[in-house]
Structures are given as C-alpha cells and as structure tokens.
C-alpha cells in the first residue's frame, strides 16, 4: 500500500463502499483519505449525568437508555423526539430531519452513549442529532473521538463515525513511513514541529487536544508555507529569467516638470514610493509592482512622474482606468498638469470617435504620442505601439487576469507593470496573494488634509442634514449625493434615484443639480461630470459611477444615501470623494432605523476610523477573504487549514521564513532543503490555480 493506493484495498472498504466514498466525499486514494481531516474531536472520557445539566450549547457525553419514541407532527413537520433516562432524570432527543431506517435502528432500553451539543427547549434540557454508540460495542479507549463530516447516505450503508476512526486509524497506524516529512529537520526542531507522521496521527487519532493543536498548527505551516513557497519561486525566477528595458535615465521630462510643474510638494511616502519603482526601473528585468495606497494618498502624481521617466528613457507609457469615467478624469488631470510641457497625452476609450482613434494609432505606431490614458479599449489588438515600454493598471481588481497578459504582449520585451489598487488590501492577503508582486505602499496623507468627518444619521434627521449642507453651500462648497444601485433591483433603485433627485431639487431649489448615473450616455456623463467639476452645479446626485477615483477637490460634503446597503470598502471609496481639498470634510451615512448587526458594524467602523488598511481588515473578518479578492481570484482561498482571517501570525511567519531560506538557497540546492524541494515539486509545482496578477 502506498499514498497512490485506490481506498478500494483499504482493510474495510472494498470495492462497493469505495465508489460510495468517492461519489459522496470525492475521496479515492488513500492520500485524500489522510487529508480528510475531521471537523471536529468529542471528548469521551467524561461521561455527564442529566441532573448536573446547566448550561446550553456545550457538548457532552451521557449514559443512559432511550424509554420511548414518538413522532410529533406540527403542522406539515414532523419530528422524532425520544425519552431518554440515566439514573437521575430524563430528557428529550430530538431529530428533525429523519429517515424511516433512523427511527427503526434507534436502541430501545438498552444501555447507550450520546453525544452531543445541549440545548434548552420549552425551559428543558435536551439533545438535538446526538450521536449514539452501544454501551457493550463502545470502544475502551477513552481518547478524543475525531468526529468527520459524513451524511445519512453513507451512515446508512455502515459508513458511519466509527467506521472513519477505525480506517484512519488503522492507515495511520500500518502505514507511518508512508507519510514523507516535507520540512527540514532543522525547522522541525526550530518551530518545536510534531513529525509528519504524529502530525496525522494525532489528526485522526489523537492523544489530547494539546497535541491535537499542535497538528494543526503545523498543518496550517505548511499549507502557508508551500503556497508562499510557490510565489516566491516564481518572482524570484521571474527576477532571474524576465528580460525588461532598463530606464537608467531621469532625464529632462522629468526634471522639468518635477522643477518647473509640480503643483505641490511630493509627501515623503511618495518619494519613497517613486525612488522604489525608480530602483526596480533601471534594471534590465520587467518591473512587477503593486502600488498600494489608500484614496486620496497621491497615487496618480506617482503615476505620471513614472510615466516621464519612462518618456526620458524614449519610451511610450500608457494607463489603464476601469471606467470610462475615471479614465476620462486622468485623462483631463494629466493634461493639465503637463499643459505647459510638449508632451503628447491623448484619451482611448470605446466612445472616442473614428477620426480621433486615427490620429491615436498613427501616432502611437511613429512613437509622437508618449502618454497613452484610456479604458480596456487600449488593450484591443488594433492598438500597437511603437515601443511601449511602461503599462499602469489603475484599480487593478477590476481587470481579469487575461486583460493584464494583453499588455504584456504590447511590447517585444514586455513593459514594466505598475499596478495601483483602489483600497487597501489586509495585510494577510496582500502577503499571501500579491507574493509574487513588489509591492510599495503610500501610507501617508498629503499635507494639510484634515481628516473627514464621518456621522451617521437617520430619516427623522433629515431636516436638519440638508440645512446642514446648505451652510456648507453657502461656505462655498459641493456635495454629493449618492444612491446604491444594485443589479437585481436596479429598477427600483433607478426609482429611487429619481425620487431623491426630485427631493433634493425641490429643498435645494435655488441651486443647480447634476445628476449622474450608468444608464447615461458617455457624453451624457462627462458633460454632467463637468458641469460638476467647474463648479456650476452645486450639487450632484449620482449612483455608484462615481464611486472610483472621481476628483472634485471643492466638494466637501458626500451624503451617502441607504448606507447600510453598502460594503466597506464602497463606502470607503465614496468617502474618499470627499477630502481632497483644503476644507473640512463631511460624510454623513444616512440609513434606516433598523440595523442588522453587520451593518452596524460597518457604519460603526466608517464613524470610527479614515484609515483605510484598518477598513480593509474588519471588511474581511466580515466578508471573507474570498469576497475581498473578487470574482477573478475566488477559488484560492480554499485551504483546508489555514483561515486568512485569524492565522495571520502563522501568515506572517512562514513568508518570513520563505525568505529566509530563499535568501541563503535559492535553488533549494542545499541537501537539507531537498525534502522541501521534492514535497513541493511532488505535490505543489504547476498545480498553482490561483493566478498571476500581471
Ligand atoms: P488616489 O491615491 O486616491 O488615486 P489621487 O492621486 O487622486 O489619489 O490624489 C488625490 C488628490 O490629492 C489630488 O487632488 C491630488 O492632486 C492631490 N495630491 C496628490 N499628492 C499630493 C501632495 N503631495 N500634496 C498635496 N496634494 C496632493
Ligand atoms: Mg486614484
């Protein structure tokens, strides 16, 4: 027998009850069999008696006989209910999910053992599902009882608790030398590891739950520590193999403008930031870097001074925005800041007209055009440069994988990547995910902002939040409002969008309002955008469009309508609308009265904090990290162990010691490193199907 073995030749199971296992729980060899951990462990040393019963939801043992039985039916529900008797009361059992087969192979007035959690019904004891084991078969042992996910299908057939803890055990048991240790030997006494084998054997069949910690805590090691492993190989084959043009030159593009246009002092975070990608830029290998930061930290001036090196260097950059938008708002930013410069910008997206486009790949095809901002419309393959030499991905989550690979293929020798994130990223996932990214972070604020001030207020409120901005209108200032929409009903929120619009109109009736949405027409948008932006309309009532990147320093009021309807980091975004001049700030969370607890949570996080890294982690304790990476990268969170959200210490310890190792061993060549080695090249080499993200 070996880790290949077919279950089928597993003492106990056979052929027949093999195919079971394999339909249901998608186990076939003995391996999957060993990596079938239980989801829980009972411990059955203790054995309670019903009249020292005081608390519920605790899980315990009792002794006793099942006196009677009885189906209950309440309306169209029925549910079987049991006495059951130890010698110093009764309580009641209770399936509400039930077969034929269960009701008839329940033990009458024999001598039991349950299991199970207890709960407290019509003010009386008693014990929902528990799990029954015959007093004269009930093993002597009186270790913790790994308890594994099974169903009634398999139950039924006799594959039931007993039946796993008995065939793991036995594997663990007869096959110890098969299970190969995959860490070295001087990290196993380093990190006081259990061995491979103790490591499973007390996953099945453990000692006490101090060892059955232990078990898991190396588990979930290893599971971290080949995932970053893996990442980490491939930047670092990356930094090796990947060919990238050199930009060894800042030339007078960027001293120029950096002299003479600079409309502000760089804050040090962006200095630093700058001098990073700059480091990364002069060396002959394709830059790969996230750039995180949180809104409004300064991302886009970053942007185009990487841009003006490039340009020193003689090549073409271009930006990539997820909305028409955005893309549009870099567009007209850029231009202006470089407006007494020569440098030719030009905007691509699905709306610029035929004879535009014209002018765009013409030049682009003769290198007169050196700035390139547009939409996924830069990616068609119509589009090609004369010598693309740096691509920025703004708000990266938006772009799939395969987008960001038709940038790559723009240029003979790829261009350096930069790509920026709308919102922070947790920690934990950013080392977990982005592993194979650089990554440099902005974590400080431009000077002078002062931070927004977040409050949270309800309809009979409302009154007193428009004369609120009204003052701030008289000041001098903007405001938005902004109202979800959200695909399924997007009717009724379109309605309701409608309806708030008529409203504002009518308060706010000697001011001018914009209003902005999806269903508009490109052109529709900008002119509403700028009716906005140069101040004419003092108010805007939009949708979520304006969630990303939009711009308009002068607007100091966000009021963000049905908050509660919204996630974390949308909120974040849209408050980030708000902010971006001198003035005080306001975000007012308007929501109903009734709050689910959530979202409680989430409204009392935006009145608590501006900090978006600190958003970001409660957004993911709520959410998951599945969520938070989106639709592109879901699927990689599936590990068996290891949990994003509360390992991050063991998160943080195995990246380290990846590094460690890769620093002194690149090539895992030292004789101590081959068990790592060949574990990862047996069992994670090429089956990473998480991606890369550019
Ligand atoms: P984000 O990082 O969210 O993309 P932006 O690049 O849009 O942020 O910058 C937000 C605002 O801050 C812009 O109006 C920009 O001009 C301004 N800004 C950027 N850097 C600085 C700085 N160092 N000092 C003052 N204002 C700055
Ligand atoms: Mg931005």
């Given amino acids: 027998m070996n880790l290949e073995t077919s279950i089928e030749y597993v003492k106990g199971i056979g052929p027949e009850r093999a195919k079971l296992i394999k339909n249901v729980l998608g186990i076939s060899t003995v391996d999957d069999l060993l990596n079938f951990y239980p989801i829980r462990y009972l411990d059955k040393s203790k054995v309670y008696k019903i009249s020292q019963l005081q608390e519920s939801g605790i899980e315990i043992q009792l002794k006793g006989k099942i006196t009677s039985l009885q189906e209950i039916q309440t309306g169209k529900t029925k549910r079987l209910a049991a006495k059951f008797n130890d010698d110093t009361g009764t309580m009641d059992l209770v399936w509400f999910q039930y077969s034929k087969w269960l009701k008839d192979q329940l033990p009458i007035n024999k001598e039991i053992f349950i299991f199970g959690k207890i709960n407290v019904f019509n003010n009386q004891f008693s014990m929902p599902h528990p799990e029954i084991e015959i007093d004269e078969k009930k093993e002597t042992d009186n270790r913790l009882k790994p308890i594994y996910s099974s169903s009634e299908k398999l139950t039924k057939r006799g594959l039931n608790q007993k039946f796993f803890q008995t065939v793991l055990r036995n594997i663990c048991r007869e096959i110890p030398n098969l299970i190969e240790e995959n860490m070295s030997e001087y990290m196993i006494k380093h990190f006081k590891f259990l061995s491979r084998q103790h490591t499973f054997l007390n996953i099945h069949f453990p000692k006490d739950l101090e060892h059955v910690d232990k078990a898991n805590y190396r588990l979930k090691f290893e599971e971290s520590f080949f995932f970053q492993l893996g990442y980490a190989l491939k930047k670092l084959h990356h930094k090796t193999q990947s060919h990238g043009n050199p930009f060894p030159i800042v030339g007078d593009h960027f001293n120029n403008f950096y002299e003479n246009h600079l409309p502000f002092d760089l804050t040090g975070a962006q200095k630093r930031v700058l001098k990073e990608i700059r480091l990364d830029m002069k060396k002959p290998i394709q830059m790969n870097r996230l750039l995180q930061g949180d809104v409004g930290s300064g991302k886009t001036m970053v942007a185009l001074l990487t841009m003006l090196i490039a340009m020193d260097n003689g090549f073409q950059s271009c930006m990539m925005a997820p909305t028409e938008i955005l893309a549009q708002q870099h567009y007209s930013g850029i231009k202006d800041l470089l407006k007494e410069t020569d440098i030719n910008v030009r905007l691509l997206t699905g709306s610029t007209k035929k004879s535009e486009r014209k002018i765009i790949h013409e030049?682009?095809?003769?290198?007169?055009?050196?700035?390139?901002?547009?939409?996924?419309?830069?990616?068609?393959?119509?589009?090609?440069?004369?010598?693309?030499?740096?691509?920025?991905?703004?708000?990266?989550?938006?772009?799939?994988?395969?987008?960001?690979?038709?940038?790559?293929?723009?240029?003979?020798?790829?261009?350096?990547?930069?790509?920026?994130?709308?919102?922070?990223?947790?920690?934990?996932?950013?080392?977990?995910?982005?592993?194979?990214?650089?990554?440099?972070?902005?974590?400080?604020?431009?000077?002078?902002?002062?931070?927004?001030?977040?409050?949270?207020?309800?309809?009979?409120?409302?009154?007193?939040?428009?004369?609120?901005?009204?003052?701030?209108?008289?000041?001098?200032?903007?405001?938005?409002?902004?109202?979800?929409?959200?695909?399924?009903?997007?009717?009724?929120?379109?309605?309701?969008?409608m309806e708030g619009l008529d409203h504002v109109m009518n308060f706010f009736s000697s001011y001018n309002v914009t209003m902005l949405h999806g269903r508009m027409k490109p052109d529709e948008k900008d002119a509403a955008m700028n009716y906005f932006a140069s101040g004419k309309a003092e108010i805007m009532v939009a949708t979520t469009v304006i969630e990303v990147g939009v711009n308009v320093p002068n607007a100091s009021v966000m009021v963000?309508?049905?908050?509660?309807?919204?996630?974390?980091?949308?909120?974040?975004?849209?408050?980030?609308?708000?902010?971006?001049?001198?003035?005080?700030?306001?975000?007012?969370?308007?929501?109903?009265?009734?709050?689910?607890?959530?979202?409680?949570?989430?409204?009392?996080?935006?009145t608590e904090t501006n900090d978006g890294f600190k958003i970001s982690e409660v957004d993911m304790q709520l959410r998951g990290p599945g969520d938070i990476l989106g639709t592109q990268q879901s699927g990689v969170v599936d590990f068996k162990k290891l949990d994003l959200v509360n390992d991050s210490a063991i998160i943080k310890l195995t990246k380290l010691t990846v590094e460690k190792i890769l620093e002194a061993d690149p090539l895992l060549a030292r004789p101590d490193n081959q068990i790592i080695k060949n574990y990862y090249v047996r069992h994670y080499k090429g089956k990473n199907k998480w991606s890369k993200i550019s």
């Fill in 363 to 497: 030049e682009l095809e003769n290198g007169e055009l050196s700035i390139l901002v547009g939409t996924h419309a830069v990616l068609e393959d119509k589009v090609k440069f004369k010598n693309l030499g740096l691509a920025i991905i703004d708000e990266q989550h938006r772009f799939g994988v395969a987008q960001r690979a038709k940038l790559w293929a723009k240029n003979k020798i790829p261009p350096h990547i930069l790509v920026m994130t709308a919102t922070p990223i947790p920690r934990t996932l950013a080392m977990s995910f982005y592993s194979d990214l650089d990554v440099s972070v902005i974590d400080e604020m431009p000077v002078g902002r002062k931070p927004i001030i977040t409050a949270h207020r309800r309809e009979k409120d409302r009154l007193y939040v428009y004369n609120f901005c009204r003052e701030e209108i008289e000041k001098g200032r903007q405001i938005y409002f902004v109202y979800p929409l959200i695909e399924e009903s997007e009717t009724l929120d379109y309605k309701n969008l």
């Fill in 560 to 606: 963000i309508e049905s908050a509660e309807r919204f996630g974390l980091s949308q909120l974040h975004q849209l408050r980030g609308r708000v902010g971006r001049g001198a003035e005080q700030s306001y975000c007012i969370l308007m929501t109903s009265d009734k709050l689910s607890a959530e979202s409680r949570t989430r409204i009392k996080t935006m």
